[in-house]
């Protein structure tokens, strides 16, 4: 398996658009977790799915950003419209289990200016 | 608190241990980790202790576990340039895993 997938890799786009993060878990995995990265706030846990419905998303900041997981391999993370302080690394993983080892991906970074 | 509980930086000098400490919060916790990120990457499992334990060793890691506490450390033998990095905290709760805001060890030659 190639790992957890996230794309783009980079984004910088301009304040008041619509941002889409995407991620691809690794096969078989039930858990998958959206993470933001940021100097201020360390990382920062913002939703989690389990078996593709959503269990808690508290750590959404706003309702600006909105999670979807229409199948066991594909999320969405989406922000709009989009401001300067999203501007983070937004890391996408997934696990087998409740405990078992979360797998990263490589993140996005977001910049909006 | 709700937080897992880490400080942000830590300086060492190549050859000396390093010590990354860490509380966290539920004494139910399962599995306590330590996550390494390196530069431009993801987080990466580096280790991991079952509550039941208090100290795991492999290779130049040792981790101790003060579930009293709720105290978590790392140490790092012999550190070595390369294990310049993020070392994040991180304990399972239920379905969640709460990571601390990470530890930035830097090492100097």
């Known amino acids: 398996d190639a790992g957890v997938i996230q794309s783009p890799r980079h984004e910088v786009t301009e304040m008041g658009q619509e941002v889409t993060l995407r991620c691809k878990p690794i096969?078989?995995?039930?858990?998958l977790f959206w993470y933001r990265q940021t100097m201020m706030r360390g990382l920062e846990l913002l939703i989690y799915?389990?078996?593709?419905?959503?269990?808690?998303d508290s750590g959404m900041p706003e309702d600006r950003f909105s999670a979807k997981m229409p199948n066991a391999s594909f999320s969405t993370l989406k922000i709009q419209p989009s401001e300067p302080r999203d501007s983070a690394v937004y890391f996408c993983?997934?696990?087998?289990?409740?405990?078992?080892?979360?797998?990263f991906g490589q993140g996005t970074r977001l910049t909006v200016v | 608190g709700e937080d897992v509980e880490q400080s942000l930086f830590l300086s060492v000098r190549e050859g000396d241990s390093s010590v990354i400490n860490c509380t966290y919060t539920?004494?139910?916790?399962?599995?306590l980790y330590w996550y390494k990120q390196e530069p431009g990457a993801g987080l990466q499992l580096l280790t991991y202790?079952?509550?039941?334990?208090d100290m795991k060793q492999d290779q130049r890691l040792t981790v101790l576990l003060n579930k009293k506490d709720k105290h978590l450390s790392l140490r790092i033998a012999d550190t070595q340039t390369g294990d310049s990095a993020i070392y994040f905290c991180?304990?399972?709760?239920?379905?969640?895993?709460?990571f601390g805001a990470g530890t930035r060890l830097t090492v100097k030659p």
């Open positions: 993983a997934s696990s087998l289990g409740q405990e078992l080892e979360a797998f």
């Open positions: 096969s078989g995995h039930d858990y």
């Open positions: 799915f389990n078996n593709n419905v959503p269990i808690d």
């Open positions: 539920d004494s139910s916790s399962t599995y």
């Open positions: 202790i079952f509550s039941n334990m």
């Open positions: 991180a304990e399972s709760i239920k379905s969640d895993m709460r």
